[in-house]
Nanobody, 128 residues
Framework: VQLQASGGGLVQAGDSLRLSCAAS????????MGWFRQAPGKEREFVAT????????YYGDSVKGRFTISRDNAKNTVYLQMNSLKPEDTAVYYC??????????????????????WGQGTQVTVSS
């Protein structure tokens, strides 16, 4: 299984970025897909998750209203559209895959332990 995240970069506060995560080696439509981030010296933080068919979406409190997660099962790809970026969004962003079927609680999807597979991460740096 490979999850290849891309799209990170250096931007200014208020700018937008779109991250992509291309999956291979798994049946993509059978996995909920999530994004997490980790800043230096901090714990991994939940950003967003989208269920298998996109019927349910969850966001971390710090990104609600600014970030949008989506997926294209035909392309085996999950996206994270990030708008109104802030310096505190600076982190390495990771995509992850969770095979658990059925609806899940927000506590469950925000737990990194729920995810079986992880990508290598892409750096997002937001300057003030």
């Amino acid at each position: 299984v490979q999850l290849q995240a891309s799209g990170g970069g250096l931007v200014q506060a208020g700018d937008s970025l779109r991250l992509s995560c291309a999956a291979s080696g798994l049946i993509f439509s059978r996995y909920s897909m999530g994004w997490f981030r980790q800043a230096p010296g901090k714990e991994r933080e939940f950003v967003a998750t989208i269920t298998r068919r996109g019927s349910r979406i969850y966001y971390g409190d710090s990104v609600k209203g600014r970030f949008t997660i989506s997926r294209d099962n035909a392309k085996n790809t999950v996206y994270l559209q990030m708008n109104s970026l802030k310096p505190e969004d600076t982190a390495v962003y990771y995509c992850a895959a969770d095979p658990t079927p059925g609806p899940s609680s927000s506590d469950y999807v925000s737990d990194p332990g729920a995810y079986d597979y992880w990508g290598q991460g892409t750096q997002v740096t937001v300057s003030s």
